[in-house]
């Protein structure tokens, strides 16, 4: 394999890859070395897994063996000896019958690194690179690198060949982020589930008020480093020209002295009622800051990219995620808000207290139905109907606080399924939530009805749509397929089982 021609092509996938990172692709030589040479410290091998099983028809091509063949499989981590961070994550597989007796005890043995045991027995050898590659990790890689999932990782596979065959396989991998030669910031957000806002009336002297639950997936995974000119890929042109304005707007506010460039690693889609827009701008505006070393709160993040002036959770999923109740703004002549505006269209105004944050049940699963409508209310069209639809029954904001108030609260600190399940459906006829139900196309509506008869505990519509969801036990499956199934009926549509996220966005330094 050409391994310059190889390098042309991960750096068209995922950017500059910085020496090491080459070197650590393209070496013939002792991995264990060279990471001892760029570290300055002994590194050490930690074997997570070792058994003897049959090859399979993969293993046994790059090995020249019959399948089925007995292989040694060893799994490792390389660790920095004194920082304890894994280096590199392999995978190798070993024809038993190519191994003399002590070579194949010194194999069995635990935490003895390959080259060596090649060494400790004089073996004339060499690598071939047979490929080289990115891949996303896993959640399992992500724990092992302390990354999260969907990070890109670089990974390569040779052999190692003795008399002419042979002698091992091995896959190894470490993250793109890892032994760069520039300062990178990762930013890894969450989504959400807007339940509800609370008060559109207004006549308590406060307005707006929400209620929601921060979902581990989907969400935003971006990179960025300073540079000496602003530039962003890995997305649409939309949102290149989306996520340059935030940046523009950001850097000039906190005074940077460069620019930056972001790569966008994973996204949310836009005005489906998963909360893009927050997630997105703080993530930019984490990362900008990070860049340049402001310590900046996620309160100061939002006044600077103008989110949370109507509702915080989407702020508040970014800061610390669960379930999350804010208690709105002040309301009248002369205070934060006068007017019944959504947050795009609430510059100026802070982020709302959030007057109650608790832990959502780890065991409960929420199961996302994104049918093919048009996207839900944004921007011109999403200040016209606060204008339009407001204020809304005084009585429908006196039973929806009722509602959460002895209903859907203690459904979740009591872990009441059932009782929370039956407020989630209550609350979809309340308030300013009855609206944005009633300006959807029929199918929306539909869905929930559907989703609620296959056995959810509760089902309804994020925030403006047209996203909906379903809260139950560990068992989705057939719910899943029920919205599948009507979904397929009317012009189809996706969906996605995930679990609360109970910590908010996750930002390394790299």
């Not at 790569?263 to 997105?280: E, N, W, Y």
Request: net charge neutral; with cysteine.
């Amino acid at each position: 394999m050409d391994i310059t021609k190889q390098i042309r092509k991960i750096e068209a996938e995922v950017g500059r890859l910085s020496p090491v990172q080459k070197i650590l692709l393209g070496t013939d030589g002792s991995v264990t070395q060279l990471l001892a040479a760029v570290t300055g410290s002994e590194i050490a091998i930690k074997t997570r897994m070792q058994e003897i099983v049959p090859a399979d028809p993969v293993c046994a091509e790059h090995l020249g063996i019959p399948v089925g063949e007995p292989v040694n499989y060893r799994v490792v981590e390389l660790k920095d000896s004194v920082s304890g961070q894994v280096l590199i994550f392999a995978i190798s597989h070993t024809p038993l019958s190519r191994l003399s007796p002590d070579f194949r005890d010194d194999l069995m043995k635990a935490d003895i690194p390959i080259g060596r045991i090649i060494q400790r027995h004089r073996i004339e050898a060499r690598r071939e690179i047979v490929d080289a590659r990115v891949s996303r990790a896993t959640d399992d890689v992500g724990r092992i690198f302390a990354i999260s999932a969907h990070e890109p990782l670089l990974s390569r596979q040779y052999q190692i060949i003795h008399g002419g065959t042979p002698l091992i396989f091995i896959e190894e991998q470490f993250p793109y982020n890892r032994f760069l030669d520039e300062r990178r910031v990762i930013v890894n957000t969450p989504s959400r589930i807007h339940m509800t806002l609370i008060d559109m009336h207004g006549g308590s002297g406060r307005v707006d008020g929400g209620v929601g639950i921060t979902l581990d997936e989907p969400g935003i995974l971006l990179e960025a480093c300073q540079s000496p000119v602003l530039a962003v890929t890995g997305c649409d042109l939309a949102m290149q020209d989306r996520i340059g304005s935030i940046a523009r707007h950001v850097l000039s506010r906190i005074h940077a002295g460069a620019s930056i460039a972001i790569t966008v690693r994973k996204q949310l889609p836009a005005h489906f009622g998963l909360g893009s827009g927050t997630q997105l701008a703080l993530a930019v505006a984490r990362a900008c800051a990070e860049c340049y070393g402001r310590p900046l709160t996620v309160h100061d993040l939002a006044l600077l990219v103008s989110r949370g002036g109507t509702s915080g959770i989407g702020t508040a999923a970014f800061e610390q995620g669960g379930f999350i109740i804010d208690g709105g703004h002040r309301f009248g002549t002369g205070c934060e808000k006068s007017e019944f505006r959504p947050s795009r269209a609430s510059r100026g105004v802070r982020p709302p207290p959030v007057i109650l944050r608790h832990e959502f049940p780890a065991d409960w699963r929420i199961l996302l139905a994104m049918p093919n409508v048009p996207c839900g209310a944004n921007g011109g069209q999403e200040t016209d109907i606060f204008r339009q639809h407001c204020p809304v029954p005084l009585g429908e904001v006196q039973a929806l606080c009722h509602e959460i108030l002895v209903r859907m609260l203690p459904g979740i600190v009591e872990r009441d399924l059932d009782l929370f399940g039956s407020s989630v459906n209550a609350i979809q006829s309340l308030g300013f939530k009855r609206v944005e139900l009633s300006l959807q196309p029929p199918v929306v509506a539909g869905l929930i009805d559907v989703m609620r008869i296959a056995g959810a505990a509760g089902a309804g519509m994020s925030s403006f749509g047209p996203t909906v969801y379903a809260v139950g036990d560990s068992d989705m499956g057939e719910i899943e397929q029920a919205a599948q199934s009507f979904m397929q009926e009317h012009g189809g549509g996706t969906t996605l089982i995930v679990s609360a996220r109970n910590s908010g966005a996750s930002v390394r330094v790299a």
